[in-house]
Structures are given as structure tokens and as C-alpha cells.
């Protein structure tokens, strides 16, 4: 019994360590981190854009009606 968990043990360790499957040379990956580097504050601006049009909309419309 005890030489029996130091074998499966080492076992389960050895399997763990296989080498991984080469990537597929036709598709490479798509650099995940880079492209969420550059969009993630692209989408940030574009949304206070919005919320700054939203609010130049607002102030136009109340003037027009302050004016008539």
C-alpha cells in the first residue's frame, strides 16, 4: 500500500507533463491580449462619446425651447 501512492502519484505527475499539440500552421492564433489592449479603451471612448452627444442634445433642445 504505501509503495502503491508513490507509483500512481508519479504516474498522474509524468501524464500531466505531456507535450502540448503543435498549433495548426494554416490558422494561426489571434493575439487575444493585444486586441483587448486596443479595444477596450476604443469601446470606453466611444461610449462617453455617446453620453457626451446624448447631453449637447439635451442642452440644444432646452435653449430652442428657452428661445421660443
Known amino acids: 500500500m504505501r509503495l502503491l501512492i508513490p ?3 508519479s504516474a498522474a505527475l509524468l501524464a500531466g507533463c505531456q507535450k ?6 494554416e490558422k494561426p492564433p489571434e493575439p487575444q ?11 470606453r471612448a466611444k461610449d462617453v462619446q455617446k453620453t457626451v452627444d446624448a447631453g449637447a ?12
Do not use: G, S
Open 7 to 9: 507509483v500512481c502519484l
Open 20 to 25: 502540448p499539440a503543435p498549433p495548426n500552421p
Open 33 to 43: 491580449a493585444l486586441a483587448k489592449a486596443i479595444n477596450q479603451p476604443l469601446d
Open 57 to 68: 442634445e439635451r442642452e440644444r433642445k432646452a435653449e430652442a425651447e428657452a428661445t421660443q
